[in-house]
């Protein structure tokens, strides 16, 4: 499943690169408001935790109005509750990004990530959808708010009904360079 994910990704992306109309490069950082949810049959048990995310992408322009936009970025949540590890992972999202207007974008997509520190009790491998909005203070400079739906278990050998996802809140900014 992974490398069929993957695959069709550098796919997606290597045929957009053909067609791409304009590309822009750019880095962002923010803030992370994560959400940690532990669920069996009997209990749910969600916790929250604050930390930040860095990195940097790419904008393939496809239209004037519909861009792909590839990042990695290292999201960091650290001591997070009813954890003795911390939450750091390489998020990889693949964002489809259409200009609303010239202050206002839409984006959306899958993201894949991989945490540095699993423990032996945990997957190393995260995967979800995130869904957002930017708006453009200048053409370079942009404030951007986005969720991430975590839905990948990140428990190994899970008991049956026993899951714990993690999702997060990004608010950053960014900046383009031209």
Do not use: H, W
């Amino acid at each position: 499943m992974k490398k069929l994910f993957l695959l069709t990704v550098i796919a997606v992306l290597g045929l957009t690169f053909v067609n791409a109309q304009e590309v822009k490069f750019g880095v962002k950082a923010g803030v992370d408001f994560a959400s940690i949810k532990n669920a069996n049959p009997l209990f749910n048990i969600k916790s929250n935790e604050t930390g930040f995310y860095v990195g940097g992408f790419t904008e393939i322009g496809i239209s004037d109005v519909f861009s792909i936009q590839p990042e990695v970025l290292y999201t960091s949540v650290s001591s997070a509750t009813g954890f003795n590890f911390d939450l750091d992972q390489i998020n990889i999202p693949v964002m489809a990004k259409y200009k609303v207007s010239e202050k206002i974008d839409v984006l959306a997509g899958p993201a894949v990530g991989f945490l540095l520190e699993a423990p032996n009790s945990m997957k190393s491998f995260n995967f979800g959808i995130e869904a957002g909005g930017a708006f453009n203070i200048t053409e370079a400079l942009f404030v951007e708010a986005r969720y991430n739906i975590g839905l990948a278990n990140l428990l190994k050998n899970a008991p049956n009904g026993t899951t714990s996802r993690v999702s997060g809140f990004f608010v950053g900014m960014g900046y383009r360079f031209n």
